[in-house]
C-alpha cells in the first residue's frame, strides 16, 4: 500500500465503518508527505495556509494528519451534521474536530492516496 498501510484495515476504516478510525498516531508510522487523495481525485491540499512544520506539528499533536478548511478541495469534501468527513464519493476520510483555531478535518490516513512529496 502506498504509505505502508494494511489493506485490511483501508476497507474496514474506509467501506464498512461511519465512526471508527485507525489507531491514535497511525499515520506517523508511514512515509505519508503532501497532497491527499480519494478514489483520484484531491481532498485535501497542503500547505495551503499552514506551512509543512506547521502540518506535521499539528498532525503529530493530534495523531492524525489534520487539515484546516484552506487546504479542504471542497468540491471533493463534504462534512456531514455527524461531524464525518465523506468523499463526493462516499468514503469515510474522517471527522471534522472544531479546536480554538476552527475547523480541523481529521483525517485517517488509509482513506487517502496522497503524491509523494
Known amino acids: 500500500m502506498k ?46 495556509q499552514q506551512i509543512m512544520k506547521e502540518f506535521f506539528d499539528e498532525s503529530l499533536a493530534h495523531a492524525w494528519p489534520s487539515f484546516r478548511d484552506e487546504e479542504v478541495v471542497w468540491a471533493n469534501v463534504r462534512c456531514l451534521s455527524t461531524g464525518e468527513a465523506v468523499s463526493v464519493n462516499g468514503t469515510h476520510l474522517g471527522h471534522n474536530l472544531h479546536d480554538r483555531k ?8 488509509v482513506s487517502v492516496a496522497g503524491q509523494p512529496g
Not at 476552527?102 to 490516513?109: A, E, K, T, V
Open 102 to 109: 476552527g475547523s480541523r478535518h481529521c483525517i485517517n490516513l
Open 3 to 48: 504509505w505502508g498501510y494494511d489493506q485490511e484495515t483501508a476497507d474496514c476504516i474506509c467501506s464498512l465503518n461511519r465512526y471508527c478510525a485507525e489507531y491514535r498516531g497511525y499515520f506517523a508510522k508511514t512515509n505519508f508527505v503532501k497532497e491527499a487523495t480519494s478514489s483520484g481525485t484531491p481532498s485535501f491540499i497542503t500547505p495551503r
